[in-house]
């Protein structure tokens, strides 16, 4: 039903907001008071009530002659009272007339459409106030801060104004609004007439942006600055949608241009680790600045301009300056070390350096690495610091790098890089390196660290292109623990020669299995030969005798060793081979004599001893047996019983009169042996244990031996180019040089200097295997 001026019908006030980003204050200001209505006053509960009979009137409905009609005056009277209601609020004064009647004068207005006339005096009333509140604030001549508080608090008035206002006038914001288009809510009126008039004065606009960026200027500096006026104003630009055009472009530049000039002082200036420290200090407070007055959506373009002005534009000098620095170790602290490299990875993977990092990355490797192999002084501890060096190459790329394949690669690469400059050595340090760990008298690992060590050698053996070499090395060095009794256990062997035979096939495996089948063998073949008749028969020499008997093709060569063998010895090894040859018929025996040893009772005047000694050792030691005590041997007739040569003599009794364990005494003293020295037994020698074992010179490695394994490779290695370029040619008749040489490259096990190539086909030329084409000399025929 339709209510006129005076009518007592009932209305709802609803006094919450429209849309999503209007902002209705529900406090009203103390200034600010509606009257309220009159008590109604009710009888008390308890009085009597007496009934009365109210007489039955009949209602009688009569038709109106004239329709009722409006007071003149009634438009311009009602909003006269609506316009006082709003003049009050805008200059914080009470209202007259209770917030009840002034919606019930709305909604009279619009019932009588009049709602037009009501939307465009309300608007032109609050342009009018704003127009006001514009002149009040281009005469402000405040510093940036306290302008800064006269804009927020023309801003959280004109809020609360708005609130007010939307209530008295809701009856029109859900009729008259919604029913016609292209007009805004009276929320939506008053945001922009606020957008329009106060901030869109150049002056206005223009010392607001200049006092919020001086004063996040202030807060990068380090200054306390009031955060929650920060966060209304730049709110405000988001409520009144111009945060992005008119704040976030000139906020960002404005940080563009204060981080570049931060960044150019500090990176000359600070240490990487420092700068790099502080970079990630400066991500976290912008991250809070979002957090506590930006806009969420400003987190991603922010964090981008930092990294491009404090990163990105320092790659380089980053790197440059303090990568190697950073990839020393600290010693004191190594989780340091660690997390600073990883925050050098999370930086530049933001920016797409991890490119340059993990060139950089190589070139350290390549360089420490290159240092180690190429200095003869780090040779005794070189495969240890290879060792090492990988280690720390995998911790970093695990614990730094998150394990990025990309840098593993790079590990791999550079340690194939450098370690075969130095074609040789490296693959015969490694061999021996194997040997140390697993030659008996390793006391300073347990089952598990010699199993870790060898798998972490396995990983140096496989970046070796001279696999031959290692190969010829440790051949070398396993006959001499297998035949010496200096293997620290057979099953340690036979792990390692397992890994081998995984990492290049049965095939560079074959002849070392072949010498762990011959000791296998002579094990058994000398259980036999005990309990045989020639068994016994050695027992009445009071010799036990013990033999290896090797396959010439599997074990490595070795240079023959004159030695006059005492009678007694000799005539067991006779009957040993009479008993060989009658099981193997047709086979020939050869006596190394450099790899026998011998243990031998002695008698000394302190006591009496068993010494453990080479059988050049054992042999000279005999040669005192019919002397007289004090008597003495000169060089010359030492030389001439023992038929040894004078460098192997040299070296046996250097060992037994100059090394740690002397049994006997040279005249004169000193160190080095020369042709007129004499000898004798040391009559006062004297030891704690009773077994004493004799180191023998002249089975460490010399110069000469490392020459000659390393020749036989070279020679093996020039067959195996020969065959493979015959091999070729024979299946292609025909090829260019370029052809060849990537067909041999491709089969051969190691990789051979061109040089050498070039010498193999020349000399495959002048054999008559091949030809050069005679039409094109960068071919080359094979002949049948």
Not at 155 to 162: D, E, L, N, V
Not at 280 to 289: A, D, P, Q, V
Not at 682 to 696: G, Q, S, W
Request: glycine letters at 4%; charged letters at 30%.
């Amino acid at each position: 039903m339709s209510s006129f001026p005076g009518s007592s019908s009932g209305s709802i006030l609803d006094t919450s907001k429209q849309g999503s980003k209007n902002y209705v204050p529900t406090e009203i200001g103390k200034d600010l008071i509606f009257p309220s209505h009159k008590p109604i006053t009710e009888k008390p509960i308890g009085e009597p009530h007496h009934e009365t009979k109210v007489p039955i009137k009949k209602l009688v409905i009569r038709t109106l002659k004239d329709k009722p009609k409006l007071p003149d005056n009634f438009e311009e009277v009602t909003w006269a009272k609506l316009q006082g209601a709003i003049r009050a609020i805008h200059n914080y004064q009470p209202v007259n007339d209770s917030l009840e009647e002034l919606y019930k004068a709305c909604e009279n207005l619009c019932l009588h459409k009049m709602a037009d006339r009501l939307y465009s005096r309300l608007q032109e009333e609050c342009e009018s106030h704003l127009l006001k509140e514009k002149e009040k604030l281009d005469c402000d001549n405040s510093d940036d801060e306290a302008f800064l508080q006269v804009v927020d608090q023309c801003w959280q008035a004109h809020c609360k104004q708005m609130g007010l206002i939307r209530n008295i006038f809701l009856y029109l914001d859900r009729t008259y609004v919604l029913q016609t288009p292209g007009i805004s809510s009276i929320w939506d009126m008053g945001i922009e007439l606020f957008r329009k008039h106060i901030m869109s004065s150049s002056d206005v606009r223009q010392k607001t942006l200049n006092g919020l960026l001086s004063l996040i200027k202030r807060d990068r500096d380090g200054d306390e600055v009031n955060n929650s006026l920060l966060h209304s104003l730049i709110h405000m630009y988001i409520d009144l949608s111009v945060y992005y055009n008119r704040f976030e472009t000139p906020f960002l530049q404005e940080t563009r241009n204060y981080y570049y000039q931060e960044g150019h002082r500090l990176v000359s200036e600070c240490p990487v680790p420092r700068y790099l420290g502080h970079v990630k200090s400066r991500l976290y407070m912008e991250g809070e600045r979002v957090n506590n007055y930006l806009d969420k959506k400003t987190r991603s373009p922010l964090t981008k301009v930092v990294y491009e002005e404090l990163i990105k534009k320092h790659v380089e000098t980053i790197l440059e300056k303090g990568f190697a620095d950073m990839m020393e170790d600290d010693n004191d602290n190594d989780d340091k070390h660690l997390k600073e490299l990883k925050l050098l990875y999370q930086l530049l993977s933001k920016v797409n350096a991890l490119d340059l990092l993990r060139k950089y990355f190589g070139d350290y490797i390549k360089r420490t690495g290159t240092a180690l192999v190429n200095d003869p002084s780090q040779e005794p501890a070189m495969v240890t610091e290879l060792l090492y060096l990988k280690a720390k190459m995998d911790e970093i790329v695990s614990g730094a790098f998150q394990g990025d394949n990309a840098f593993n690669y790079m590990v791999k690469e550079s340690f194939e890089m450098f370690i075969n400059q130095r074609q040789n050595k490296p693959a015969e340090l490694i061999a021996k390196y194997v040997d140390q760990t697993l030659r008996l008298g390793n006391k300073s690992m347990d089952d598990t660290d010699i199993e870790k060590t060898l798998n972490e050698v396995l990983v140096l053996f496989r970046y070796i292109q001279g696999k031959d070499i290692f190969e010829a090395f440790y051949k070398r060095d396993l006959a001499k623990r297998l035949l010496l009794n200096k293997s620290a256990s057979f099953d340690y062997e036979k792990s390692m020669l397992s890994k081998l035979r995984k990492e290049c096939g049965p095939a560079f495996t074959s002849k070392l299995e072949g010498m762990f089948k011959d000791i296998d063998l002579s094990k058994d073949f000398m259980q036999s030969f005990e309990t045989s008749k020639s068994g016994e028969l050695i027992k009445e020499y009071k010799i036990d005798l013990y033999v290896n008997v090797l396959t010439q093709g599997f074990w490595p060569s070795y240079p023959p060793s004159p030695l006059n063998i005492p009678p007694n010895v000799v005539q067991c090894q006779k009957i040993f081979r009479d008993f060989y040859l009658s099981k193997h018929n047709g086979r020939n025996l050869k006596w190394q004599n450099s790899l026998g040893h011998c243990m031998l009772a002695a008698e000394f005047p302190k006591g009496n001893k068993e010494l453990v000694v080479s059988l050049s050792q054992g042999v000279v030691l005999l040669l005192f047996n019919d002397l007289p005590p004090g008597g003495r041997r000169t060089y010359d007739e030492i030389k001439e019983m023992s038929g040894m040569e004078p460098k192997e003599l040299n070296r046996t009794l250097q060992s037994l009169a100059c090394g740690k364990v002397r049994v006997l005494v040279k005249y004169p003293k000193g160190r080095d042996i020369s042709m007129t020295d004499e000898f004798s037994v040391n009559e006062e020698f004297e030891a704690k244990i009773f077994r004493i074992k004799i180191n023998t010179i002249q089975l460490k490695e010399t110069k000469e031996e490392n020459e000659m394994t390393t020749e036989s490779v070279f020679m093996d290695r020039q067959h195996q180019i020969d065959a493979g370029l015959v091999r070729i040619a024979k299946m292609r008749k025909t090829l260019s040089h370029n052809d060849l040489i990537t067909e041999l490259l491709g089969i051969l096990k190691f990789k051979p200097p061109m040089s050498d190539i070039k010498k193999r086909i020349e000399s495959l030329i002048d054999r008559e295997y091949l030809e050069r084409d005679k039409s094109d000399s960068t071919k080359y025929k094979y002949l049948a």
